[in-house]
């Protein structure tokens, strides 16, 4: 998986003045583009989209501070549609204007080229199982919250304290397959997964019964899952939890991510900041 990623990635060095395609990409990758999206995100720690952007906006600077062509020529050559646009997205990225960076011979920034290397420590192993599901659905209450990649999510705790304690027993009570109990449950990510993006966020359990009135269904069709514990202090192992199953787990193994809901289960130690958990992560077979 890892060497068709860095083919991928040498794609998008050939192509920096031109079109750089997504389905292109992935079948580069021998990957769906869903897939490529979210194994990127994970092991490069920010969206494809932005990495080309970046690496765009890296040439075009050299060129700008080379002084051989106009600004519009360099701006064309690297998808900008006018001098404006150009100018704007060079200003975010190298906190200049081109104009002024010509003029001035500045310091620019730089996106160095990426290429992804698998680092064998042997000192763990994942604990992991794939589970063939039939169809469910997630009923509980639903909240529309930003994606945080690091750290407490804020808007969910908010979300998550002001629900009725009653209400969440009631649910409860209609738990009557795994994952069991109350479950996290996020839904409709945006395809970048960047940071500050929205997200549907469920706070219920899976159930075949039908919602209680005052509540919401995700219908959610059967499927392959890949399950992944871990314990620890929270939110942090659950976080590193997610980085070792797209940096170690999807490298290793032939499956990768479909679309689809992702569900977290997590039981907390009595009287302290630990959990165990269970991340539920939609998969099919890499060459299904």
């Known amino acids: 998986m890892l060497e068709r990623l860095n083919q991928a990635m040498e794609h998008i060095e050939r192509h920096l003045d031109g079109a750089v395609e997504v389905a ?57 549609s006018s001098g404006e646009a150009f100018a704007r997205a060079f200003r975010a990225m190298h906190g200049i204007g081109p104009g002024e960076a010509r003029r001035t011979g500045a310091a620019l920034s730089s996106q160095s080229r ?5 680092t064998v420590e042997g ?13 469910f659905t997630v009923v509980g209450l639903k909240a529309r919250v930003p994606l945080v990649h690091a750290g407490p999510n804020q808007a969910i705790m908010d979300f998550v304290r002001g629900l009725d304690p009653r209400t969440l027993e009631r649910l409860e009570k209609l738990s009557d397959q795994e994952p069991h109990g109350i479950v996290a449950v996020c839904d ?4 970048s997964r960047a940071e500050g993006t929205e997200l549907d966020y469920h706070h219920g359990v899976i159930t075949s019964a039908a919602a209680p009135e005052g509540t919401t269904a995700l219908a959610v069709p059967a499927g392959t899952w890949a399950v992944f514990t871990t314990s620890g202090p929270v939110p942090g192992a659950i976080q590193e939890l997610w980085r070792d199953v797209f940096t170690e787990w999807f490298p290793s193994n032939p499956y ?21 958990a269970e991340l539920w992560l939609p998969v099919e077979p890499e060459h299904g």
């Open 114 to 118: 990426m290429a992804f290397r698998l």
């Open 256 to 276: 990768r991510t479909r679309t689809g809901p992702e569900i977290l289960r997590t039981r907390w130690s009595s009287g302290s900041a630990e959990a165990d």
């Open 24 to 80: 292109e990409l992935a079948r580069t990758a021998a990957t769906s583009e869903y897939h490529l999206r979210r194994m990127f995100a994970a092991l490069a720690g920010m969206p494809l989209s932005e990495y080309v952007r970046r690496r765009r906006l890296t040439l075009a600077g050299a060129e700008v501070l080379a002084g051989r062509e106009t600004l519009l020529t360099i701006a064309v050559r690297y998808g900008y």
């Open 123 to 135: 000192s763990s192993s994942m604990r992991y199982r794939v589970v063939d599901k039939g169809d």
């Open 188 to 191: 409709d990510l945006d395809p």
